[in-house]
């Protein structure tokens, strides 16, 4: 079930007793990707540390054994093709990853364009998706010009402490479930803060109410 702005998120419930427990955003990520299956039961899962729960005003879970609030949440699947990987048969291998903050796609030192898949507003204390809203069945996508210097991007960026750095004339944002990224040279794939590599292309879908998060 898709939240509208204004609507109330999330209800105090008593937590599963297969609530998973996991250190951070990132951890929870990697726990997604090896164990995520769209089509079994929702995943119950408790954050000690998240960006995703500043939406809520808290910093992680505090872990109960009463009442915790549980808010539905979706998760954001990402398809990609690594640079310079070809298979026995000479094709690219695409792999998969899952996550619920967010990704972004640039070149080393923040050269040329820069585009952020966010399923939440806040990534490192700055509100680079003011529109954003957790839950929504989309994520927001927020794209940096290649003809931006690094000067204006380290401006924006500053800006985006208040999320006063929109509109921009060289920042595209739009809200959307799918998304893809087409490249026409390799750049890094960065989730949740790490680092995947060079990819040439990515694909980015919305998986709507996948995961109970709770606080």
Aim: glycine share 6%.
């Amino acid at each position: 079930m898709t939240i509208r702005k204004g609507q109330n998120w999330g209800t105090y419930v008593e937590p599963p007793d297969e609530l998973i427990k996991v250190k951070d955003d990132l951890a929870a990520a990697n726990f997604l990707t090896s164990h995520f299956d769209s089509s079994t039961s929702v995943v119950n899962l408790a954050i000690a540390e998240s960006q995703i729960g500043r939406t809520l005003g808290v910093k992680g879970a505090e872990f109960r054994h009463d009442r915790m609030l549980l808010t539905p949440f979706d998760v954001v699947e990402v398809t990609y093709t690594p640079s310079h990987r070809p298979t026995k048969q000479c094709g690219s291998q695409v792999e998969r990853r899952f996550f619920m903050g967010f990704s972004l796609i640039r070149r080393r030192f923040w050269l040329g364009g820069v585009t952020m898949i966010l399923n939440s507003p806040f990534v490192n204390g700055r509100n680079f998706a003011p529109r954003a809203h957790p839950n929504d069945g989309r994520f927001d996508v927020i794209a940096f010009d290649e003809s931006m210097k690094i000067s204006q991007k380290f401006a924006a960026f500053k800006l985006a402490k208040s999320g006063s750095h929109l509109p921009h004339p060289k920042i595209r944002y739009i809200q959307a479930p799918e998304h893809s990224v087409d490249l026409d040279r390799p750049c890094e794939l960065v989730i949740e803060g790490q680092n995947f590599g060079s990819v040439d292309r990515c694909v980015f879908r919305v998986i709507p109410d996948s995961v109970n998060l709770y606080w």
